[in-house]
């Protein structure tokens, strides 16, 4: 997927410019180095593969951070994602409806998957709790991602909510974008980012990325820009 110039960030790093012509916009920086190694499950895989997708995965940037998942469009992205997360061997942290924990049976699965019930009247307790997680999880050097769709929801959202912003910025973890391609039938990740405080700038960056990806219902999937 093209995006626009760079210029020279950090080691393994590069700062995506996004305005055309003069000086380079203030953007995030690109980690491109995967330095954490995972060992997923092949029988995953091969049961993607035998369903017709292609899972792309060379490694995490950092052993914490937010996954972002688009788009999100169709009850069909959770059991492609499951068996991505599966095939990847990614331990993740997920934000679901809480009216989906109370469920019997289901409930009980989605927190053995990483479930964290969020009612979606008060979602910034949610949010808080979990900056002050990744914290703590990278003072102490253990595993903490965050996966969850900023949309929100499969209905058609008018941008993203930034719940996964402030994670980011305020815990100062690395942000991946995942995608799940029905055009391609191919799920993975795309690439790994740290957020640079400007929101526009930022977005700008993001949304070129993940300007060719298609959801299952196309016509569902948010416009990637802020709330």
Same mark, same amino acid.
């Given at each position: 997927?093209?995006?626009?110039?760079?210029?020279?960030?950090?080691?393994?790093?590069?700062?995506?410019?996004?305005?055309?012509?003069?000086?380079? #916009?203030? &953007?995030?920086?690109?980690?491109?180095? +995967?330095?954490? =190694?995972?060992? *997923?499950?092949?029988?995953?895989? %091969? /049961?993607?593969?035998?369903?017709?997708?292609?899972?792309?995965?060379?490694?995490?940037?950092?052993?914490?951070?937010?996954?972002?998942?688009?788009?999100?469009?169709?009850?069909?992205?959770?059991?492609?994602?499951?068996?991505?997360?599966?095939?990847?061997?990614?331990?993740?942290?997920?934000?679901?409806?809480?009216?989906?924990?109370?469920?019997?049976?289901?409930?009980?699965?989605?927190?053995?998957?990483?479930?964290?019930?969020?009612?979606?009247?008060?979602?910034?307790? #949610?949010? &808080?709790?979990?900056?002050?997680?990744? +914290?703590?999880? =990278?003072?102490? *050097?253990?595993?903490?991602?965050? %996966? /969850?769709?900023?949309?929100?929801?499969?209905?058609?959202?008018?941008?993203?909510?930034?719940?996964?912003?402030?994670?980011?910025?305020?815990?100062?973890?690395?942000?991946?974008?995942?995608?799940?391609?029905?055009?391609?039938?191919?799920?993975?990740?795309?690439?790994?980012?740290?957020?640079?405080?400007?929101?526009?700038?930022?977005?700008?960056?993001?949304?070129?990325?993940?300007?060719?990806?298609?959801?299952?219902?196309?016509?569902?999937?948010?416009?990637?820009?802020?709330?």
């Amino acid at each position: 997927m093209p995006w626009g110039p760079g210029v020279a960030g950090r080691p393994g790093e590069t700062v995506a410019a996004v305005a055309v012509g003069g000086p380079p #916009a203030r &953007g995030p920086r690109e980690l491109r180095e +995967r330095p954490v =190694r995972l060992r *997923g499950s092949r029988v995953a895989r %091969a /049961l993607l593969r035998l369903l017709g997708w292609r899972l792309q995965f060379d490694g995490l940037a950092a052993p914490q951070g937010v996954i972002v998942v688009y788009p999100h469009t169709s009850n069909w992205d959770f059991p492609v994602a499951v068996l991505a997360k599966w095939g990847v061997g990614i331990p993740v942290t997920f934000w679901g409806k809480d009216t989906l924990f109370d469920v019997p049976l289901l409930g009980r699965w989605l927190r053995h998957l990483g479930g964290l019930p969020v009612a979606r009247h008060t979602p910034q307790g #949610a949010v &808080g709790q979990m900056i002050a997680a990744m +914290r703590a999880a =990278r003072e102490q *050097g253990r595993f903490l991602w965050l %996966a /969850l769709a900023p949309e929100g929801t499969r209905s058609r959202a008018q941008g993203w909510r930034l719940g996964f912003y402030r994670v980011a910025r305020e815990a100062d973890v690395p942000v991946a974008l995942v995608f799940l391609d029905f055009g391609r039938r191919a799920v993975g990740f795309d690439s790994f980012w740290r957020l640079s405080g400007d929101v526009p700038a930022d977005f700008a960056v993001l949304s070129e990325r993940l300007r060719d990806v298609r959801g299952l219902r196309p016509g569902l999937a948010a416009p990637v820009r802020p709330l």
